[in-house]
């Protein structure tokens, strides 16, 4: 098992015998959707495979890739794919549209339902349109639409041929939409635009009626006519809306949701009539069978392809080629990490001194299992020093606290957790869910000694403030809140956060936010939020500073590490993390052995490895690997499910 096998997009041609599917590494799989079996594994790109499309009339087969390459397939045999020809989209120039994409890991690609053209967008995020036959293809036309008056660019996300008209839907991560005539493509024929995050498809609703699935977390119906206003729905799951399919033969409606759900639509209302299947992780291709209405198709970004019986209420089969993740890390005293993620299992990563030659600090690990759900991972765990107790948040809404290997629940909440903090003296434990609550609990009886839902949206990062006695709270889209961390009364709210995944106090008056890609610092004593580090690129995913002060790191969802001046936030270097994403990031600390180097620190994520990373001349040093990622392949399909 390696992270280069993990699942990235996946099609099904027309008769649904064979489901084409990519990976991170670049690998085109064809697998045979009855016994799921691979059939064809081949290397495709040098890259991440985005998004495939297969043409629906022609034997044809597209695959996009973050190398900026569409690769054209012959699919005439599923199970022996040959590959026509590349196309090059960094030659296919926009005259007077200068985007530079920071993150492209956008998914345009769609073929012309009978002819031999295919859509997509160029290195400077225009939409392309291409003729190609088996060995040549012609570049059409290429125009930029998605431009702010601010100057700012948006890449395409989404794209495809609109049925109904013959035109192109186009859609963006700043939440634009276009249609446009490909006869006349300089200008759109009509434009939308809806609270700035990504549409990230349109599926045919029937004449010139699409649902959209937004960001938002809403369904939109569409009029691509322009003859009807869009209608919005209600938020449908707790996490970004992925992907939507419309059953032509049972006529139901299912949604993928960031939040692990796929949910069935109401197309009226735009409403979820219920969660249909329960995965471990984000979802976002799928694909409901027409042949057989009782089955789904599903790729889970835990690595995972799943198909699943709706009656049946479990999966009937699983592709699964990667290791767990590692979500969460915590230090143990000077000597002692310890690491969780997928599972139930627990890396401990003990200090054994250095090298004073090499400064290398020498570790040795081991992997612990809890007493946890296999279909579930850790979310956030921390130390209890008065308990002596690692104490783990998961996602099925548990809290466990695990001391000399015994694992002890301590309460289950109704939602999953999203981040948890502990008193460092006595035995307060606080927590906050995906369905807008915040909890104060008695780390030792577990008893919920005081609760508040904040509002609709999730409440994504806290933060305890032990000498102000408040803890911070703050919802995916929407406020921060300053709240009384013995009766969780309000106290301060500030508008305008989005996608905050971290938060941690500098000090008793100050608290750093990261607020999307940016990182923000909000005083407490006058209620100003202050912007400290620029947009990165994508959301910072974890931050945090060494033992002196002196130097701040963060890693991001745009596969990046950055390092800081701690004093005045002055970028000093900034590396690549791996293939993955990263998801956390831990400071060794400085008095763990003589002859270590002083700023070491690790960072981890999705490919479950530690990464150990040097501050040294002012700059980022990759020090390599520290441990093997638990690679067993156990109960795949584990957390699965049809509630």
Known sequence: MNSLR????????????????????????????DDFAIHTDLVAHAASIESIAVHPTLPYLATLGIDYTVSIWDRSDPRKLRKLQDIHLRDIRSEGYEFVATLPLSCPLAFHPTERKLITHNADGALTEIAFDDTRHDPLWAAGYFQDPDGIAYDIDY?????????????????????VDPKKPKEPVLRYRYDRRTIHCAEHLGGSMYLLASDTRRVIRFDASGKQEPFVGPPVVRDHLEQISIN?????????GFDRTLVEIDPETCASKGVVLQTPFKLRWLHHLERDPDLVLVQCRNGAFYKASLSGKRPTAVIKETPNALWTGVRVGTHDLAFAGEGPEMLHVHVDGANPGTMETKVSTRWETVAASRGSYAKRMVFHPPTQALVQGRSDGHIISIRNGITRPVTKLAAPLRDIAVSQEGFDLFAISEDS????????????????????????????NPTRKVLAVCERQGLLRLLDATTLNPLLAVEGTWAPKRMLWRDADRLLVGRGAELYELNVATGAMAQVIPHLGNTIEDFAWDDSGRFLALCTYARRIHLFDFKTFQELSVTGFDLDYPKGLLWMPANRAEGAHPNEFV????????RRYWAHDGRLHSMGQVDAPLSAAIHDDAGVYVP
């Open 6 to 33: 993990k699942s990235s997009a996946f099609a099904v041609e027309p008769t649904e015998q064979f489901m084409f599917a990519a990976t991170i590494g670049g690998h085109l799989l064809s697998v045979s959707v």
């Open 159 to 179: 794209v495809r041929y609109l049925p109904d008209s013959g035109n192109i839907f186009a859609s963006t991560f700043g939440g634009h939409v276009a249609v």
């Open 248 to 256: 032509r033969a049972s006529g139901r409606v299912l949604a993928s």
């Open 437 to 464: 609550r915040a909890f104060r609990i008695d780390l030792e009886s577990g008893q919920v000694k005081a609760e508040v839902q904040t509002g609709e949206e999730p409440i994504w990062a806290l933060a305890h």
């Open 603 to 610: 960072v981890f994520g999705r490919t479950g490895v530690l």
